[in-house]
Nanobody
Framework: QVQLVESGGGLVQAGGSLRLSCAAS????????MGWYRQAPGKQRELVAR???????SYADFVKGRFTISRDNAKNTVYLQMNNLKPEDTAVYYC????????????WGAGTQVTVTS
């Protein structure tokens, strides 16, 4: 059973930066995609950024130009650099990895809180 362990959340003022990390527990882990979702109170979970097969990255429109996803394959870790944070970025951020071909399965981390104050 693969575990995704997030770190790096916290409290920051608007305009500040945070860097999230997500480490997969198995070195042989090779998901179809791996990235970040977020869920604000009273809202649905939404995609923030992710890597797909072929190392292609994609971003939600609301973070383009502010957030950058990166990875260190040697450490089985994905990062999310968040710059110019806004109060509306406040949410629990979850690491996600999708595996499987015919029968797909999602692994989720426990989540890390990001709070941006105005």
């Amino acid at each position: 059973q693969v575990q995704l362990v997030e770190s790096g959340g916290g409290l920051v003022q608007a305009g500040g930066s945070l860097r999230l990390s997500c480490a997969a527990s198995e070195s042989t882990f090779s998901p179809n995609s791996m990235g970040w979702y977020r869920q604000a109170p009273g809202k649905q979970r939404e995609l923030v950024a992710r890597f797909s097969r072929g190392n292609r990255s994609s971003y939600a429109d609301f973070v383009k130009g502010r957030f950058t996803i990166s990875r260190d394959n040697a450490k089985n870790t994905v990062y999310l650099q968040m710059n110019n944070l806004k109060p509306e970025d406040t949410a629990v951020y979850y690491c996600n990895a999708e595996v499987g071909v015919v029968n797909r399965y999602d692994y989720w981390g426990a989540g890390t809180q990001v709070t941006v104050t105005s």
